[in-house]
């Protein structure tokens, strides 16, 4: 079973408090995402592996580690998936990023895909689906369907918030995937939205409310 990771450091869950803070503006709101994507990307890439290579200081030689295994790729759903991109980017500049864009059918209300664009090499490397809410994880099974339909094998999740639901439901039809979240909220409200949560992420991000 893939597992649940709580980045729980400090400095995540002092700024996730004022990215809930219903009184933050769009500008501190992006801000804040942006540096949470920063310090999160920093915790999900705690176990890529390193190998040594010999390096020439100015005064010896020496052994020094670099990344080695597969190159990564960052895959954001559209649209709030974006709004943590630049910052996980920040941490991971080769990193080569993928798009996947899902909106809700209002009579089915199941995810449909409407934009996907991938790196050519996508299935050989380790993706992060990176979207800021997790909650009832409609979007997030179709985004990874999306990449597993097409050859991707290693992938993970990067969200801000999940409900307990989301989390189950991924981890239900891709077991295989694990999941960070800087925090795992009580659960869904009738509308869909995450409570406490903070609210419609998009719209916060973009100031589109
Ligand atoms: N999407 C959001 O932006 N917020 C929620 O609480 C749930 C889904």
Not at 4 to 11: A, K, M, N, S, T
Not at 66 to 80: C, E, F, H, K, N
Not at 87 to 107: Q, S, T, W, Y
């Amino acid at each position: 079973m893939g597992k649940l990771v709580i980045c729980d450091h400090p400095l995540i869950q002092h700024k996730l408090t004022f990215i809930r803070d219903m009184r933050t503006n769009t500008k501190d709101f992006r801000e804040l995402v942006d540096e949470v994507a920063t310090l999160m990307a920093y915790e999900i890439t705690r176990e890529v592996p390193l190998e040594s290579i010999s390096v020439q200081t100015p005064v010896a030689e020496t052994q020094g580690k670099v990344i080695s295994g597969r190159m990564l790729g960052l895959v954001p759903i559209l649209r709030a998936g974006l709004g943590m991109l630049d910052g996980v980017v920040k941490l991971l500049p080769a990193a080569k990023v993928g798009h996947v864009g899902l909106f809700r059918d209002p009579e089915t209300l199941q995810p449909v895909e409407y934009y996907t664009k991938l790196p050519t090499d996508v299935t050989e490397r380790e993706l992060i689906v990176i979207d800021p809410m997790l909650a009832t994880g409609g979007s997030a099974i179709a985004a990874i369907d999306v990449l597993k339909k097409r050859g991707c094998t290693q992938i993970k999740m990067m969200n801000l918030v999940a409900a307990p639901e989301g989390v189950k439901a991924v981890h239900d039809v891709h077991p295989d995937v694990d999941i960070y979240v800087a925090a795992l909220d009580e659960g869904l409200n009738d509308h869909g939205y995450i409570v406490p949560g903070l609210g419609d992420a998009g719209d916060r991000l973009y100031g589109t409310k």
